[in-house]
């Protein structure tokens, strides 16, 4: 039995962060990143 070093490619059919449910989380009273900066990062 032979087992390809590199198996062919998977396609997704949408992107995980459109797909999937998520969070973030923003600290309002951080001083070292903005929180408009930390939403925009999310």
């Known amino acids: 039995m032979?087992?390809?070093a590199f198996?062919?490619?998977r396609t997704a059919a949408?992107?995980?962060g459109k797909t999937?449910?998520?969070w973030t989380l923003?600290?309002?009273r951080?001083?070292?990143?903005?929180p408009?900066?930390?939403r925009f990062e999310a």
């Open 2 to 4: 032979t087992v390809p």
């Open 7 to 9: 198996p062919a490619p």
């Open 14 to 16: 949408a992107a995980a």
């Open 20 to 22: 999937i449910p998520s």
């Open 26 to 28: 923003v600290a309002i």
């Open 30 to 34: 951080d001083k070292a990143v903005a």
């Open 36 to 38: 408009d900066l930390e």
